[in-house]
Each structure stands twice: as structure tokens, then as C-alpha cells.
């Protein structure tokens, strides 16, 4: 089966992080993670909930994706990102149809008749 | 009183037969405005990355009226069948619901659907049960496999999406129609409200428009020349045309004519 049919599979060192940072471990430091496809450091381990506060992003308006699996929003405040990790942060924009390149031309021209034929015009001229 | 003649689609009971976009508008209020004059019950927005940069930009969510219309997330420019799963993963997350307008594009000129994996997502997604809406070229054989597949419904194009060419493929539509058991909704192609009513009138259960409306010189007017048409095309539809003949059969009666 292709690798993005996989199921969400826990990531048991993460979970030991969250207990860590529960039981008041080591402060946290600057880590860099990629967010939306660009390098971003962030103090952190971070829970998605923070990261998304300190972004200013509403996290009722969006949908995290964390490594490729999405985060459920009940899981924003438990979701630790830490080195190395791929965050997305999407929302909703106005679309229906892609922009793509559509709009240029196809190379078979579309026949396009006038709607009046020309013949007619040049008919009624000379009887004109 | 017109006779009630709703739209179900997984369940789901809608008045109005126009689905619309939310692309292209000069203004998200000129859009809410359309969406109004087009009384559309479900509208169609695109999934993508939040601008991290600048948090400014208002929030298209702030002009639909959620109460009203159905917001149906689309996989718009995914080009295989996992970033179209993931985006509609990921929509569902943001809009909490199950619906998914789902495009599997296959050639950027185009922009017709790769069949096979389309196929291939809308297994996947139904199994995740999800209510998938698939964009389909208007092929019958695919159409029935989609469906088979688990579509909630089938929506094949009337030409390519944002050309405004109108229904390039009457016949194979109305084969569609014939053999579907789940609605059918042309997607795209439609460039006014002529094409919307030759829809309805080959039998097609909705139909989804964006760039014909929102690319109009007056979108607002064009969204309720769109719904009028829709409307006008299915009440044509129901009531049964005429058959077309070769040569003219008169309206009036031929005897007690004058002077003969």
C-alpha cells in the first residue's frame, strides 16, 4: 500500500517529551522546524496550540498537519513539535477552479464563427 | 405552488440546484453578494497554506454564511492522488465536515482530471468516510466506476473548467444521467446562463459554476441570471419538451379558413 495510506503511528519519543515538559523538564530552546515548506525556529519543543498563538493564526480557522499526518483539533494542546519536524498550517481561500494555466491558449485554436456570416453581410450590402 | 423538487446528495436535502465557487471575485463582499443572488445552499472553497507572513488578510470564512450554505472543501490543483487525500484530510479538519469536492488534476493545460487516480483517492476517501463529490471527465464507464466506488455523486465536466464554452458534450451527459443512481453535477464549462439551463435540461441534478460568475462584468447579476436559469432548466426538464422535428407542424387549426 502506498506511504500516505499508513495510519497516524505514535511517536513514543515525542510522548516521553510530553511527559518531560509536564513534569517540569529542561526549559525549552530554539529548534527549527519547517512550517508550510519554510525553515522556521520557534521556541520550542513547542504544542501545536502555542505555536499557533504565537503565529497570531485563530486555530478555529485552520487545520495542522504535523509530519504528514493531520492533528486532530481536540490533540492541538498535546501535539508536541520539536528539531526537525514538518508543520503545515492551512485555511480555507476562494477558489472552485484553479487558476493553473487555463487561461492560456489551447494550440488548436477554437473555430469561433461570426454570428452573423459574412456572406450574409457581403449579400445584403450589394443589395443595400 | 411549484411542486417541492429537492436535491438530496448523501442524504442531504438541498432547495437550490446552483453550487458555487468562491475564486476569482474582485472582493470577498462582491462574493458574498453573488452567493446570495445565486441562492446557492453549498459553495466551494480551496484548501491552502496560511500566509505565515502576513496575518492581515481577512478571512473567507467571514463571508459565508455557514447557517446557509454548506462549505465544500476542494482538492483544486492537486496532482496525484496523495496530495489530493491529504488535502482533503486536511480540509475536513479545518471545516469539520466530511464533504469533498475532489480533483485529481491530470494535465495543467487542461486541467482534466487524471482518471485513474482519482479512482484510486476516491477509494481511499470513501473508506474514511468521507462524502466525496468526485470532478470527472464525462466518460459513463468512469462515471459508474466512481460511483461503485462509493461517489456520493458524479460531476463531470461540460467543457474545461473556467473556458465559459458551454456544454461541449450533450449526449454523453445525458448517458451519464441515464445510468447513474447518485446525482449528477456538471462542473465547469459553463459560460452563461444558456449553458447552466442546457444542463438542467439534459437531466443533470446541479450544476457547480465559479468563473462564470465571478468573471462576469457584474458577478451579482450573473449569479441570479445563473439561478434563474437553473431553475428554468429544470422545470423544462420535468416538464417533458417536445419532440424536434424536421418540418413545421402548425398551431392553428386549418379548416375555417377565410376565403376558401
Redesign the interface.
Known sequence: M????RLTCPNTRRYALLRTLRQGGAPPALVTIT????P?QVDGPVSVSTLLAS????SR?????HN?V????ALFDSTIVGEGDAV?????????????????P?KIP?PCPPLIPSSLQAGRSRRG | MPTPDPLVIAGRTFTSRLIVGSGKYSSFAVMAQAHEAAGAEMVTVAVRRVNIHDRSKESLLDYIDTNRRVILPNTAACFTAEEAIRTARLGREAGLSNWVKLEVIGDEKTLFPDNEALLEATRVLVKEDFVVLPYVIDDPVLCRKLEDAGAAAVMPLGAPIGSGLGIQNANNLRIIKEHARVPVIVDAGVGTASDAAVAMELGADAVLMNTAIAGATDPIAMARAMRLAVEAGRLAFLAGRIPRKMYATASSPLEGLVGR
Open positions: 502506498a506511504k500516505h495510506l512550517l508550510n515548506g519554510e522556521y503565529l497570531a493564526i485563530d480557522r485552520v487545520a495542522v498537519e504528514q493531520v492533528v486532530r483539533r503545515e498550517i492551512v485555511n480555507f481561500v476562494g477558489g472552485g477552479a484553479p487558476a493553473g494555466s487555463a487561461a492560456s489551447l477554437i
